[in-house]
């Protein structure tokens, strides 16, 4: 027997996400793990930690050499990152 009120429940968790506002944590989170495939195993290695806060992505290095290699690519990744996330979720990369 068929309920009249069913809904989707893929918009019914949308509509949850929406109301709660979590919807933009959820972009950082996703932001966090584009980063993490745009920078591949290689510069992975040298990362501590990756986080995003009000719009700021932190990529905590160990590695001077990959610093100053990401810092002339900075404004690129930004770009890539929004551009997968299809809103700008980044507004600034800082390299500590």
């Known amino acids: 027997m068929r309920r009249s009120n069913t809904q989707n429940l893929g918009q019914l968790l949308k509509d ?14 996703e932001v966090v793990e584009y980063c993490q495939e745009m920078l591949g ?9 990756i986080s995003v806060r009000d719009g700021v992505l932190y ?12 810092m002339m ?8 990152l ?7 979720v980044i507004r600034k990369v800082v390299l500590r």
């Open 59 to 70: 990529l905590d290095l160990e590695s001077s050499v990959v610093r100053s290699e990401l």
């Open 73 to 80: 690519l900075r404004e690129e990744l930004r770009t890539r």
């Open 16 to 29: 949850f996400v929406r109301e709660q506002r979590i919807d933009g944590k959820m972009k950082e989170l």
């Open 82 to 88: 929004n551009e997968k996330a299809g809103e700008e």
């Open 41 to 49: 195993q290689t510069m992975g290695r040298y990362l501590r930690q």
